[in-house]
């Protein structure tokens, strides 16, 4: 918790509310506007651009001017500005963290521990800028064959509104690393922090190297598709994944996609139902209301524990409670919009209707100073079958579904059904049947007795319908390059033959 009184709000909200390319603020070409509201309160947050296509275009070109310069800096040199970047970020997490709470609405608390992962990604990519290697390949005395890797061009990077400001400043990391220009699109549900960042980091970068164009989908889809954008790295949901590679197709771009989950989290009946109820409710990432790509939101527990497990359940969840997001003390937020709270109490309506058995929450928190605002329950439902619109749909949303089984093929085989693939948790004092399991689920990400956490240099994403591509790893780095292989003839001048197709 944060020792000093949190500032008032308006003394931390950006000043600039517009565009920021070629290294200065820009107004909307069209002079759209778009209003921002706070989950938690309902208050109006101001309004902010709302960019299009031309204004999308004009970031692009910048981007293009700013990554002829960029590419040549001396790798350690670009790894001295990305940490002080980190820095930045450290010596401003407060602020930044109360920016989000208010438009996006995590609590404020939590948000703390987004400044420091950006931060940390930010310092770690730095550390990793002379690795992007290449190799020589052995042709004899008479030539020097070796492949070197170079960065793309203007990187599109496309974002969600759940971790707003973490993934401005922590998604940049790889691609500035590689020597890439980025046009960052903050979500348009919270895009103050960005804003905010923007800020902070004016003047650290050469024009046209960092550029963030607030709007929606129409600047979503020119990133994706224009020419000029080298690559496009996309956090966000399937429909979007799928968008997004149909708009990039005609240019053949290469992509990053870390997109949705529907993940499972199994216990096998020699779990402790204690350990296992608080895994479960952690994974839920009920502190962001369940709004993360990685929570483990389908529990599949072994009859034997079952009823003990849901006993401690409902005292596990009532370590998160809804509170103002703002609040220091807060330990569970608002959804982020009227939108997917209405989303959220359909699938907790459909629950009902379908026959599950509700064990906690279902719906909006009595607490009155909350009346205002986007918030439900840590919601938890038994007896879920494989055919209920919660077993098999992401929610986004802090309901957690619960099944018991017998049959591990079976059960397997139902945590297997979904077409999502991003991660898995899975509890055992048996390594034999621990390592099975994670060798069986098709998921990109597996803990074994843990849940939620991620690990810098750990790669992380998904398979399936979950993504394309690892993150937080060196791959992710070498994913924003690509390799020129470069042939040397050497000495004496011989007639060509064997000249390739
Ligand atoms: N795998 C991960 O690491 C990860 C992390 C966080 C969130 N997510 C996923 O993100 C989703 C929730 O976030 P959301 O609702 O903001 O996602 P979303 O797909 O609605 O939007 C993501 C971003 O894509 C933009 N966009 C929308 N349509 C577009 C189009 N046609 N072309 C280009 N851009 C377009 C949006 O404006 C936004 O900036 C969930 O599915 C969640 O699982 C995944």
């Not at 299009?52 to 350690?76: H, K």
């Not at 030539?143 to 401005?168: D, Q, T, W, Y």
């Not at 691609?175 to 004016?202: D, H, T, Y």
């Not at 992401?394 to 018991?404: C, M, T």
Request: net charge negative; hydrophobic share 45%; glycine share 10%.
């Amino acid at each position: 918790m944060p020792s000093d009184p949190m500032p008032p709000l308006g003394a931390v909200l950006p000043r600039h509310r517009d565009l920021y390319y070629a290294g200065a603020w820009q107004r909307p070409l069209a002079g759209g506007v778009t209003d921002l509201t706070s989950p938690g309160t309902g208050e109006s947050l101001g309004t902010v651009a709302d960019a299009d296509a031309t204004d999308a275009e004009a970031a692009i070109l910048a981007a293009r001017r700013g990554f002829a310069e960029w590419r040549d800096v001396a790798p350690l040199e670009r790894a001295k500005i990305l940490r002080r970047m980190a820095q930045i970020v450290r010596d401003n997490a407060r602020d930044l963290a109360l920016i989000d709470a208010a438009d996006c609405g995590n609590p404020v608390t939590a948000m703390l521990g987004d400044a420091d992962i950006a931060s940390a990604q930010l310092d770690f990519f730095a550390g990793l800028v002379t690795e992007m290697k290449g190799a020589s390949i052995p042709m004899g005395p008479n030539a020097v064959n070796f492949s070197m890797r170079e960065p793309r061009g203007v990187v599109a990077k496309i974002l969600p509104f759940n971790h707003p400001f973490m993934f401005c400043a922590g998604k940049i990391a790889a691609p500035l690393a590689a020597g890439n220009a980025v046009v960052v699109k903050p979500p348009e549900q919270a895009p103050l922090s960005s804003l905010r960042f923007a800020e902070l980091i004016e003047g650290l970068l050469p024009e046209g190297v960092f550029n963030l164009v607030p709007g929606g989908r129409a600047v979503g889809e020119v990133l994706a598709s224009h020419r000029h954008v080298a690559m496009v790295s996309l956090i966000g949901s399937v429909p979007t994944g799928r968008a997004v590679m149909r708009s990039a197709a005609e240019t053949i771009k290469p992509m990053l996609l870390e997109l949705g989950g529907k993940n499972a989290l199994i216990a096998f009946p020699d779990a402790d139902p204690r350990r296992v109820a608080t895994a479960l409710a952690a994974g839920m990432n009920f502190t962001w209301c369940g709004q993360s790509c990685g929570s483990t939101s389908r529990g599949f527990i072994h009859a034997d524990i079952y009823e003990a497990v849901l006993a401690h359940l409902r005292e596990a969840c009532a370590a998160y409670r809804p509170g103002l997001p703002t609040h220091a003390e807060t330990t569970m937020g608002a959804i982020v919009s009227r939108t997917q709270y209405d989303r959220i109490l359909d699938f907790i309506g459909s629950a009902r209707a379908e026959g599950a058995r509700l064990v906690t929450g279902g719906g909006h928190p009595a607490d009155p100073a909350l009346a205002e605002g986007c918030f439900v329950e840590p919601t938890v439902f038994a007896d879920v079958t494989p055919s209920m619109r919660i077993a098999r749909e992401e929610i986004f949303g802090p309901v957690l579904a619960i099944a018991s089984w017998t049959s591990e093929a079976a059960m397997l085989e139902e945590v297997n059904a979904v077409d999502y693939g991003l991660t898995c948790s899975i509890w055992t004092q048996d390594l034999d049947r621990a390592h099975r399991t994670a060798r069986t689920v098709e998921a990109g990400f597996v803990w074994i007795n843990e849940v939620s956490k991620h690990f810098l240099g750990a790669p992380f994403g998904g398979v399936k319908l979950s993504g394309l591509g690892r993150e937080e790893c060196l791959e992710e780095l070498l994913a924003y390059t690509q390799e020129k292989n470069i042939h040397i003839a050497l000495g004496p001048a011989r007639p060509l033959c064997g000249a390739g197709a």
